[in-house]
């Protein structure tokens, strides 16, 4: 399985990025995708999910700037982040809760993450 994440990049507070994350490989189907971040000193958190049904949680933090959303067909996610702020600031990372081909088996996997970060 390969997560290819793009998007990341420096913004000034109160601009826009948008992060997207294709999942490719021996993927039977998908659960949920989803992105955390993890800024520096602190524990890795949860941004945005969204499942294979399209029901998305958003972290309180970022409820109202940031929108996640998903394009089945091609096994990809996006996260449209508006009104950026310093505390934005962190490595996001996409995570695919998936089944795996011909075992069916229930895996996560975890992408190596874009650097975001937002200039005061």
């Known amino acids: 399985v390969q997560l290819q994440a793009s998007g990341g990049g420096l913004v000034q507070t109160g601009g826009s990025l948008r992060l997207s994350c294709a999942a490719s490989?021996?993927?039977?189907?998908?659960?949920?995708m989803g992105w955390y971040r993890q800024a520096p000193g602190k524990h890795r958190e949860l941004v945005a999910l969204i499942t294979d049904g399209g029901t998305a949680t958003t972290a309180d933090s970022v409820r109202g700037r940031f929108t996640i959303s998903r394009d089945n067909a091609k096994n990809t996610v996006y996260l449209q982040m508006n009104s950026l702020k310093p505390e934005d600031t962190a490595v996001y990372y996409c995570?695919?809760?998936?089944?795996?081909?011909?075992?069916?088996?229930?895996?996560?996997?975890w992408g190596q993450g874009t650097q975001v970060t937002v200039s005061s």
């Open positions: 490989g021996s993927i039977f189907s998908i659960n949920a």
């Open positions: 995570k695919l809760d998936y089944n795996r081909r011909a075992t069916y088996s229930r895996y996560d996997y």
